[in-house]
């Protein structure tokens, strides 16, 4: 009966060994799935970190873009004008504040004498524009006094009626490109640069502002002292370059 019983022993002996193998072999592929999930997980986070940290990334960049100084802002489309509000005068032909659009797409070069601020003649020819200005700043002969040839400033105000954030130019010297003039400025940074955001000025003897850089595109001419709202002839918040004439 002893090597029965042995054999019996030995026979639950190798089962045992057998059930156990097996439930190794189980946690094994159990484990082996688990690894794989978790793999599985981490690469599908990996991808979505990516994603998102390319989208703050985009988005932080594009902040930084629009907000940094010497970065132009976008200005009212240059084929489609701003309706003065007086009528004007543009090559001897008067026109009412609305037929401004007859000439959407085309350069104009304005005048205005500050003794006459609402009269607004324009030119679509420089050389006319050019003689209409050597008349202008010519001495006057009718004993009235003529505009001061030193001393001479222009100021541009980011709002109405001269207020808001201020800038000033001196002649005889200009500045070719607003956008890379920093304004409202304090501890937290600025506001912005200053192209296409003028709204009024201040004038003190002759000053040109233009609706592009390096004094290009459209142009105003002042000549006097005196303010004006910029929106009372087209040009608010369109100007990119300012002269200040000697």
């Given at each position: 009966?002893?090597?029965?019983?042995?054999?019996?022993?030995?026979?639950?002996?190798?089962?045992?060994?057998?059930?156990?193998?097996?439930?190794?072999?189980?946690?094994?592929?159990?484990?082996?799935?688990?690894?794989?999930?978790?793999?599985?997980?981490?690469?599908?986070l990996t991808v979505i970190?990516?994603?998102?940290?390319?989208?703050?990334?985009?988005?932080?960049?594009?902040?930084?873009?629009?907000?940094?100084?010497?970065?132009?802002?976008?200005?009212?489309?240059?084929?489609?004008?701003?309706?003065?509000?007086?009528?004007?005068?543009?090559?001897?032909?008067?026109?009412?504040?609305?037929?401004?659009?007859?000439?959407?797409?085309?350069?104009?070069?304005?005048?205005?004498?500050?003794?006459?601020?609402?009269?607004?003649?324009?030119?679509?020819?420089?050389?006319?524009?050019?003689?209409?200005?050597?008349?202008?700043?010519?001495?006057?002969?009718?004993?009235?006094?003529?505009?001061?040839?030193?001393?001479?400033?222009?100021?541009?105000?980011?709002?109405?009626?001269?207020?808001?954030?201020r800038f000033a130019v001196?002649?005889?010297?200009?500045?070719?490109?607003?956008?890379?003039?920093?304004?409202?400025?304090?501890?937290?940074?600025?506001?912005?640069?200053?192209?296409?955001?003028a709204s009024s000025i201040?004038?003190?003897?002759?000053?040109?502002?233009?609706?592009?850089?390096?004094?290009?595109?459209?142009?105003?001419?002042?000549?006097?002292?005196?303010?004006?709202?910029?929106?009372?002839?087209?040009?608010?918040?369109?100007?990119?370059?300012?002269?200040?004439?000697?």
């Open positions: 009966m002893a090597p029965v019983e042995g054999s019996a022993n030995l026979d639950m002996s190798r089962n045992g060994a057998a059930t156990g193998t097996v439930q190794e072999d189980a946690l094994s592929t159990e484990s082996r799935t688990d690894r794989r999930s978790i793999t599985r997980r981490i690469a599908n970190a990516a994603l998102i940290g390319g989208s703050v990334f985009a988005a932080s960049t594009a902040a930084v873009a629009e907000s940094a100084p010497g970065t132009p802002t976008q200005a009212p489309s240059a084929d489609k004008r701003t309706a003065p509000r007086y009528p004007f005068v543009v090559d001897g032909v008067r026109y009412q504040p609305s037929q401004i659009s007859l000439f959407d797409g085309r350069e104009l070069f304005f005048t205005v004498d500050m003794a006459r601020p609402t009269e607004m003649v324009g030119y679509t020819q420089k050389k006319d524009v050019d003689a209409a200005l050597a008349r202008m700043k010519a001495p006057a002969t009718d004993g009235r006094a003529g505009t001061q040839q030193s001393g001479q400033y222009v100021e541009l105000f980011s709002g109405d009626e001269l207020t808001g954030d001196y002649s005889p010297y200009g500045v070719n490109y607003l956008a890379g003039i920093p304004r409202g400025c304090g501890w937290f940074g600025c506001a912005g640069v200053w192209d296409n955001v201040y004038i003190n003897g002759r000053a040109s502002i233009y609706d592009g850089i390096e004094y290009t595109g459209s142009w105003l001419y002042f000549q006097g002292v005196g303010y004006a709202n910029l929106s009372w002839y087209g040009f608010d918040n369109i100007v990119s370059s300012v002269n200040c004439w000697w």
